[in-house]
Nanobody, 118 residues
Framework: QVQLVESGGGLVQTGGSLGLSCAAS????????MGWYRQAPGKQRELVAV???????RYADLVQDRFTISRDNAKNTVYLQMNSLKPEDSAVYYC????????????WGQGAQVTVSS
């Protein structure tokens, strides 16, 4: 059984920075892609950024120049550095593990709240 334990997030003012981390316990097997999705109230869950073991990365257009995803393969841990935050970035951020970039998510974290005040 895989568990994803998230940490980080919180409240920040517009233009500020926050970081998230997610550690996977248990074997994630062939699920080689880890990353982040987010869901704001009343909206669908959307991809933020994902990264596979070989370094392949996909970002949402809205965060491309402001967020950076990184991972430590040995620790099965993925990070998200969020800079120049905007109120529209406010959401619950979910860690996710999937077999590939663009594949259906196999495992979800519990979610971490990110709130950006104007």
């Amino acid at each position: 059984q895989v568990q994803l334990v998230e940490s980080g997030g919180g409240l920040v003012q517009t233009g500020g920075s926050l970081g998230l981390s997610c550690a996977a316990s248990g074997s994630i097997g062939s699920s080689n892609t880890m990353g982040w999705y987010r869901q704001a109230p009343g909206k669908q869950r959307e991809l933020v950024a994902v990264k596979n073991r070989r370094g392949g990365t996909r970002y949402a257009d809205l965060v491309q120049d402001r967020f950076t995803i990184s991972r430590d393969n040995a620790k099965n841990t993925v990070y998200l550095q969020m800079n120049s935050l905007k109120p529209e970035d406010s959401a619950v951020y979910y860690c996710a593990v999937s077999p590939c970039i663009g594949c259906r998510v196999d495992y979800w974290g519990q979610g971490a709240q990110v709130t950006v005040s104007s």
